[in-house]
């Protein structure tokens, strides 16, 4: 059983119990962006009919990586907030900085 620490990603248990996560769902992400890239292609395929394999590849590729890249940074806006991260940042300027 976990201790009740607070997480934090200087804490090495914590780290690889966090990037191991981090890994995992990207993982299942990327299987998933996979099988939309080919889905994807393959509606092109079945609507217009024969494309040329440039078209096809330059279309799945975009499909493939728009998703990881999407996931990629979802996941590290998750995992730098669920590691206190966010919460321990100080605000240089904080109370010089005037808002009106």
């Keep these: ?9 200087d804490d090495p248990e914590y780290a690889s119990f966090a990037w191991a996560r981090f890994r995992r769902i990207l993982g299942w992400m990327t299987t998933l962006a996979a ?5 994807g292609v393959a509606v092109l395929w079945w609507w217009m009919g024969e494309m040329p394999l440039v078209v096809g590849l ?37 109370g010089e900085v005037d808002l009106d």
């Design 1 to 9: 059983m976990r201790s009740m620490r607070e997480p934090n990603l």
């Design 35 to 39: 099988a939309v890239a080919l889905g």
């Design 58 to 94: 330059a279309t799945g590729f975009g499909f493939f990586f728009t998703i990881e890249l999407a996931a990629a940074l979802m996941g590290l806006m998750f995992l730098s907030s669920g590691s206190g991260h966010d919460a321990r940042v100080e605000d240089p300027l904080k």
